[in-house]
């Protein structure tokens, strides 16, 4: 059975009628009638009851048409939806965040992908660190993650997004919450908090004190933002964050700037070999997301 044959069969069939269904076809009754013969023909039954006055459905055709609208349904609701993705449109992105990018930049992506392209569903994986989400990337787990460089694999493609800077996150009771800006040589004895060695943001902090002249002693090590926080709040630690991670405040928290504060890049990353239209449009949804990093500390 041919599509075409369905659909006159239906157009017959809910008009009642040849010469209707035959100016809603546009076209000529008696070739609509010879297509109809030849469905019977094919089918090997009898679908209409014809009279000089009306046309009624035999057993056969109340199914027929029953069926041949789902069918007809299906069909034009498939053809939408391919044109949809195959124009990125519509379809499932699965998108890593790094910690920092988890509070402030992923809200503002779904905002954005959902006023801008309705179709497109994120299935958003957050508080991650750059090292997972690169993993991810490569074993296919993940299609596009924003990410902190560095990032050392052959197979991704990355695009700066904005910088950031740390700040210094303080118990509330610290003796340097009374503090305006603080410089990382008065912090130098102080206990850290950090992300684990290999996060990208630990990699800047580590190396900035090392130029001051010494090492941190860090006493917890947290892979969640909320997480370190919360050991922060709880007297355990400093920690350097990124300084968009104020928005995630925790109570039992203070931050404060820091001179000549180290900044950390944040960056969007994919598969050099996907080229959906789909991952596209997203990539360009992040280009009106993107802040300039003089409103990353407001």
Known sequence: METRHLRYFVAVAE???FGRAAAR?????????????QLEERLGTRLLSR????????AAG?????RGRRILEDLDSLESDVAQVGAGVRGVLRVGFTGSATYRLMPQIVREAKEKVPGLLLNVQGEML?????????D????????????????LEL????????VVALPDDSPWAESGILSLEQLAGEPFVSYPMDSAVTGIFLDACRKTGFFPRIVQEAKETSTLLSFVAAGAGMALIPATTRTFAIRGTVFRPLRDAPVVD????WRADDRSPLLANFISLLDSVSQPAKDLNQ
Request: glycine share 2%.
């Open 15 to 17: 008009e009642r009628h």
């Open 25 to 37: 076809l546009h076209m000529a009754q008696p070739p609509l009638s010879q297509q109809i013969k």
């Open 51 to 58: 009279s000089t006055r009306k046309v009624e459905l035999t």
């Open 62 to 66: 109340e199914l027929l048409l029953e």
């Open 130 to 138: 750059t090292p997972q989400l690169v993993a991810a990337l490569e």
């Open 140 to 155: 296919h787990s993940l299609d596009v993650a924003v990410l902190r460089p560095p990032v050392r694999s052959a197979g």
């Open 159 to 166: 695009k700066f997004l904005k910088h950031d800077e740390l």
């Open 266 to 269: 944040l960056a969007v990353a």
